[in-house]
C-alpha cells in the first residue's frame, strides 16, 4: 500500500493548530488507524518521539524527513529495521516513554468505537516499530489452553505485564469500581440528556448498554491514567469523524465541553481528523457535525 504520509504532511500535521501541541499525533494516529491506513502510525511515532527531545522544534523540518527516510528505509530492509529502530534509544527519556504509551492506550480506546481488528493492525503496527527498550514488560508467554484446563487467568497479572492502567489485575470488585467510574464519566460527558440517551439506547437492546457502560466506559474510556479524560474526548472525536455517524459525533463534540476541553482545540482536532481521513480517501454522505 502506497504511504500517504512524507515529511511535509509530518510537519503539516505538527503545526495544524497551537492547541493541539501535544495531542495532534495522537488525533491522527488514530484517525489514520480508523481509517485503515495502519501502515502510517510509525511515521507519527517517531516524529513525535524526535520532536519531544530538546531543542528539536528548531529542527522540525530537518526531522520530519529523516522520520520518514528512517520508516521508509525499514519497510524496504526489514533485515535491518530492528538495528535501525533501537538506535539512539538504549535509555529512552520519561517522556519517550509516556509518548509511547499514549500511543498504544489511544489506538486500544479506538477499538469499541470503530472495530477491534483495526485497533489490532494498529497496535501491531506500533509494536514493530517501537524501540525494544519502550516495548511493554512481558515475562512469560501465555498459554489459553493451559488457563482453561486449571481455571486460571488467560492473561498476565499486571506484576509481569506492566500497563499502568490496572486493567489486567483487576478483580470482580475491581469492575465493579470501574463499572460506577465509567457511569460518572458517561453523565459528565452527556450532562442533562445523559438519562434520555441510555434509555434510548437500553430500549433498542437491553444488552447494548450493558455492553457500552460494563465493557466500554467502565474499563476503558473511563480509565485516566495513562489518557486524561480531556484527552480521551480528543480522541473519541478522532476515531468517528471519520465514520459518517454524525449523532455520536455531535454528542461527543458537545460532551468534550461539558468535560472541559477548549472549544477551538474540539474545532481543530475535528478538522485535523477530518484532513487525516481525506488523505485516506474517506467521503461522507453529509456534512460533518460541528459544534
Not at 22 to 50: D, G, M, R
Request: with cysteine; hydrophobic share 40%.
Amino acid at each position: 500500500m502506497k504511504s500517504v504520509l512524507n515529511a511535509q504532511r509530518l510537519i503539516q500535521l505538527s503545526q495544524f493548530h497551537p492547541k493541539l501541541q501535544n495531542i495532534w499525533y495522537l488525533v491522527a494516529a488514530v484517525t489514520f488507524s480508523v481509517c485503515n491506513h495502519p501502515q502510517e502510525l510509525p511515521k507519527l511515532y517517531h516524529y513525535a518521539l524526535a520532536l519531544s527531545n530538546e531543542n528539536a522544534d528548531i529542527h522540525r523540518i530537518t526531522l520530519a524527513g529523516k522520520c520518514n527516510d528512517m520508516v521508509d528505509n525499514c519497510m524496504r530492509r526489514p533485515d535491518l529495521r530492528e538495528s535501525i529502530i533501537n538506535e539512539g534509544f538504549q535509555q529512552p527519556s520519561i517522556l519517550h516513554s509516556t509518548i509511547t504509551r499514549k500511543f498504544r492506550e489511544s489506538i486500544l480506546k479506538s477499538g469499541p468505537l470503530a472495530g477491534l481488528p483495526k485497533a489490532i493492525n494498529g497496535l501491531h503496527s506500533l509494536k514493530e516499530y517501537t524501540p525494544l527498550s519502550l516495548l511493554p514488560s512481558v515475562s512469560r508467554e501465555i498459554d489459553p489452553w493451559h488457563a482453561s484446563v486449571n481455571n486460571c487467568r488467560p492473561y498476565m497479572s499486571n506484576e509481569e505485564s506492566k500497563t499502568g492502567t490496572g486493567r489486567v489485575e483487576e478483580d470482580f470488585e475491581d469492575r465493579e469500581v470501574a463499572m460506577q467510574r465509567g457511569l460518572k464519566h458517561w453523565n459528565s460527558i452527556y450532562n442533562k440528556v445523559s438519562q434520555r440517551i441510555i434509555n434510548n439506547m437500553n430500549s433498542s437492546y437491553p444488552d447494548l448498554w450493558y455492553y457500552t457502560l460494563v465493557h466500554v466506559y467502565g474499563p476503558l474510556l473511563s480509565n485516566d491514567e495513562v489518557l486524561s479524560a480531556q484527552e480521551t474526548s480528543f480522541i473519541v472525536i478522532a476515531a468517528l469523524v471519520p465514520q459518517d455517524v454524525n449523532p455520536q459525533l455531535k454528542g461527543h463534540l458537545r460532551g468534550a465541553l461539558n468535560i472541559g476541553c477548549d472549544r477551538e482545540a474540539i474545532e481543530a482536532a475535528r478538522s485535523l481528523a477530518i484532513l487525516v481521513a481525506k488523505w485516506c480517501g474517506v467521503t461522507w454522505h453529509a456534512d460533518i457535525v460541528k459544534l
